[in-house]
Nanobody, 113 residues
Framework: VHLVESGGGWVQPGGSLRLSCSAS????????MSWYRQAPGKERELLAA????????NYADSVKGRFTIFRDNAKNTVYLQMNSLKPEDTAVYYC???????WGQGTQVTVSS
């Protein structure tokens, strides 16, 4: 399982970013995928999960209504569209295949003015 996150960066409060996670080493279209984040000094937080067919499993209350998870099985990629970003969204963001070992390198998102 190999996951590479990208799309992070610096954005002002209220702004938007789209994160991407490119997957390889497994049959992507067969698996649930999820996004997590970890802020400094905090535990890793599950944000959203999506079924192989694109159905939404859940969103964390902290991002509900602002973040959208979606996937493109033809591109072996899962996305996280993040709107109305807040300073408390600052964290390293990771994608994960539930049940697989290890984590990717993550992508840093910084929300500040």
């Amino acid at each position: 399982v190999h996951l590479v996150e990208s799309g992070g960066g610096w954005v002002q409060p209220g702004g938007s970013l789209r994160l991407s996670c490119s997957a390889s080493g497994f049959t992507f279209s067969n698996y649930v995928m999820s996004w997590y984040r970890q802020a400094p000094g905090k535990e890793r937080e599950l944000l959203a999960a999506i079924t192989p067919a694109g159905g939404i499993i859940n969103y964390a209350d902290s991002v509900k209504g602002r973040f959208t998870i979606f996937r493109d099985n033809a591109k072996n990629t899962v996305y996280l569209q993040m709107n109305s970003l807040k300073p408390e969204d600052t964290a390293v963001y990771y994608c994960k295949r539930p049940g697989a070992d290890g984590w990717g390198q993550g992508t840093q998102v910084t929300v500040s003015s």
